[in-house]
């Protein structure tokens, strides 16, 4: 079945450091790609996202490209801030009609520190 | 303001009491979800709806109950066959229905329900 799994954290940085958070997906069909963010004790908010391979999804500082070759939709920010510390969630859809429903990786928790 | 609404923020059931959670949405989404999330792990789907009057059950459906009697809201009950319901609950909507791909699968959450059995 599809799946997402995403790098292990916690991952622990400094301010203006650069990030990557790996993220790989197994699915058929051509799934859309998400990347949410959760803030202590809050729901998730939608950071970015992708629908068809090669898109480039943006927002706040961070991208992430859709890359069908290596099934992969890792994030990227050139420069973290302490603001940015959270938990960060990769997810999929499948291009056929699944009901709507996503499925999400286990989560990588970022801990920026000043 | 749109959005998604949950209630309460906080709740707690004694051992073998059934409690509801409260989800309302003012999107126009047709599709719901309600979402366990225990700590230091993902999400797992309990039960979803992509229509009024209908739903399916998701991964961890044991122990919990849903209605879709209105398209704005899809209220969860966590029953006393539910043997470990300390967790923190997650209500999500999208445009949905039945459509596939892109926009239509962006989910929007709530502020989430920690619920505690004492």
């Known amino acids: 079945g599809n799946s997402v799994t995403q790098m292990e954290g916690p991952v622990t940085l400094s301010e203006e450091a650069f990030l990557t958070i790996n993220c790989t997906y197994t699915a058929t069909g051509y799934p859309s790609l998400f990347w949410y963010v959760q803030y202590p004790g809050e729901g998730l908010q939608l950071l970015l996202k992708?629908?068809?391979?090669?898109d480039k999804g943006s927002n706040k500082g961070f991208e992430a490209t859709y890359r069908k070759e290596t099934t992969s939709f890792h994030l990227e920010k050139g420069s973290v801030q302490v603001s940015d510390s959270a938990v960060y969630f990769c997810a999929l859809s499948d291009g056929d009609n699944q009901g709507g429903k996503l499925i999400f990786g286990q989560g990588t928790e970022l801990s920026v520190k000043p | 303001d749109g959005g998604i609404t949950q209630s309460p923020k906080y709740l707690f059931r004694k051992e073998g009491q059934n409690v509801t959670l409260s989800c309302e949405q003012n999107?126009?989404?047709?599709?719901m979800y309600w979402y366990r999330q225990d700590p230091g792990q993902g999400l797992r789907l309990i039960y979803y709806s992509q229509i009024v009057n209908d739903f399916q059950k998701g991964d961890i459906a044991e122990g919990y109950s849903v209605s879709r009697e209105k398209k704005e809201s899809f209220p969860l009950t966590v029953t006393s066959a539910q043997k470990n319901p300390t967790a923190f609950y997650l209500c999500?909507?999208?445009?949905?229905?039945?459509?596939?791909?892109?926009?239509?699968?962006?989910?929007?959450f709530g502020p989430g329900t920690r619920l505690t059995v004492l």
């Open positions: 999107l126009n989404h047709d599709a």
């Open positions: 999500a909507s999208s445009m949905g229905g039945g459509l596939a791909g892109g926009v239509y699968n962006e989910q929007f």
């Open positions: 992708a629908t068809k391979a090669d």
